[in-house]
């Protein structure tokens, strides 16, 4: 029964490490897109001699783009929220799995204690009878 609940454990943190990696991936493929959207806001122009109204648009453009920025960043925060919950767990997964680890090592050293003790049992059994034989 340790055992399956020392498997069960690990297998329950080995799929949250790779939760934790995945949220890890979303997080940097955001940097990458934050960093992408304020280098266009950068390099975004228009013609030197163009209309007021391509100002204008220049401005939306803009504002829109900071927007999204905004947006991305609320979500890198939210998955920032959800990557420290998740290693909580992750780090209680793995005390329990410590823990059932280490019963389980008890219990085989008890069942090895046992192994022995019934075979020096049985050798000095065998060795009685060969003295009261001989």
Known sequence: MIEKLYKLKKTQTDQK?????????KISHIDDEIMFTENKINTTSVQRHGAISD?????????TMKLHIS??????EALYIKLEALVKEIVELQKETEQYGYILEEEKQEALRKALLVEEE????YIQSKYISG
């Open 17 to 25: 490490l790779m939760e934790k990696g995945q949220i890890m991936a």
């Open 55 to 63: 100002f204008a648009v220049l401005a939306i453009h803009r504002n």
């Open 71 to 76: 947006k991305l960043k609320s979500e890198k």
């Open 122 to 125: 049985a050798s000095s059994e």
